[in-house]
């Protein structure tokens, strides 16, 4: 296929309502910063976002290897999208080995760009080709535009002073540029973004402006392209929306429920993928009264929060599954003492290391029971990555409130996926503030709040409200160590009543579809886009079925049980082997049925799909 004849008459414009794009290639290849770049033009347009990134869990894998490909995918549209998409409409394939481990997903028909200049036969061998698959034959049934990037945008920065290594590095911006024309985006946000992040080395710049623009350019001219596609916005509820992802939106989450606390919040953690992103945002806060502590390892992380949490600060603490493990001890001191703490968890693939940059909601039943005696603490889940904000301050109003600790469930998934967010108007957010206790001569540090149960939140050393904090038992009222068993017994029912009672002070579960019927999907965490978009396809095919999401995971809001029980039957999808579904079963006494996957990804859309019509259509289901 020809790369070079000029075009002489205008490509034709296809309307879409949606298209779904996969850059994919080595992990120096820049496809995290081109997909990004490629979503923020969008955003600025004003599509509905929905995006997934891939990235490599090895670090510096050999160039051109099957492990090391790093992946992005996007899926914008004019209306309201909930997943990045199944299936890419446009793959990307910037050499051999991103070709190989993402063909597959690429349905026939679809349109797959290469980089055909990769595709040298050392490549083909890293990649463990066979043969040549732009010329065996056996790429016919897609729509296939060789072209070959690395060269046409060598040409385009020929006249710099730079290294062929440095030029190669821009060709994911030449790429770029030919998706910008095809889809009809605008060049400008992203030469504003390489205005701002290169203008300090101006070769750099101008090699990167010169490549995006070389890649639009291409697309003008070439005759291979025969068709552009638009994709209007969405209508979107009147506000102000920027685009963000997971990791973004629970740091701003932290920060904004402070400053409604009115206390200084304090961040100790370790790095760990996916959660390091919140330390990185969290840092750039210190003018709001943010302080942030790279600790040494995971314990002295939770350690710091713990004592910032003594000292009158909101001690908050994040990690993924294998520093939650670390942290369990301290976090039971925690609950022992009854102070206000936060631990994030953000979720990805294990058990030990396991695959550190997928992801996986596999913690649950860790962060449930994963203490040793009888230690319970709320769970809250976000649901999206938008909803992150939300529920990061919604972790900070238990806490406070209860005096208690608090987890937060997040995901790979949810801390790295992105979606257009309506900035909040300050007046609708809510109240969380408390004081601390101040009144020596009524100071007593267990004296329990009669609606929340929560005790006294009391500086220690504060002149007259002196109190014992270690981790042994207290004695019920005065705080003193107990080894009483009644006394023991009491105060572990307390800690477990006043958990329970916060069911009282959060939204009842809702279903999305009739009230009563055939199947109920039930799910928490990121698979809520995944099931929402089946279970409205169920819908329109004419099945009677409705879609309920927990964000409040313990305790679980009052009405679960009555919401389960108006189905005929229920369905859990969940990235793990069946957590909640042993919970539910377990609480409710319902046969439920999972749908279980543990592959580093997110559900597909026709997977839900394809369980519930499976479901439906047996004979314990009514049918349409």
Known sequence: MTTETARTEPAQVQELDRVTIRFAGDSGDGMQLTGNQFTRTA???????????????EIRAPAGSLPGVSGFQLSFSSGDIHTPGDQPDVLVAMNPAALKTNLGDLPPGGALIVNSDAFSQQN????????????DGSLKQYNVFEIPISTLNARALEDLEMTSKQVDLTKNFFALGIMFWLYERSMEPTL??????????????EANRRALKAGYAFGETTEIFHTTYRVAAAHLSPGTYRNITGNEATALGFVTAARLAGRDL???SYPITPASDILHQLSGYKNFGVKTFQAEDEISAIGAAIGASYGGAMGLTASSGPGIALKTEALGLAVMVELPLVVVDVQRAGPSTGMPTKTE???LLQVMFGRN????????????PAECFDYAVEAWRIALKYVTPVVYLSDAFLATGAEPWRVPDVADLPAIAVENYTDAATFHPYDRDPETLARPWAVPGTPGLEHRIGGLEKQDITGNVSYDPDNHHRMQALRAQKVAGIANDIPP???????RGDLLVLGWGSTYGAIRSAVE?????????????LRHLNPFPLNTGEILARYRQVLIPEVNLGQLLMLIRARYLIDAKGLNRVRGKPFRISEIHESAVEILSSKRGTGR
């Open 43 to 57: 955003a600025v347009f004003g599509n509905d976002i929905s995006t997934l990134p891939d990235f490599p869990a």
């Open 124 to 135: 083909l061998n890293k990649a463990a080709y066979a043969s040549n698959p732009l010329t």
């Open 192 to 205: 504003r973004w390489i205005d701002g992040k290169f203008g300090a080395r101006p070769v750099i710049a």
């Open 266 to 268: 304090f961040y100790g």
């Open 361 to 363: 909601q596999a913690d």
């Open 373 to 384: 005696s009888d230690s319970p603490v709320p769970i809250v889940a976000p649901a999206t």
């Open 509 to 515: 579960l809702q279903a999305l579809g009739p009230e």
């Open 537 to 549: 396809r169920l819908q329109a095919e004419g099945w009677s079925v409705a879609h309920a999401h």
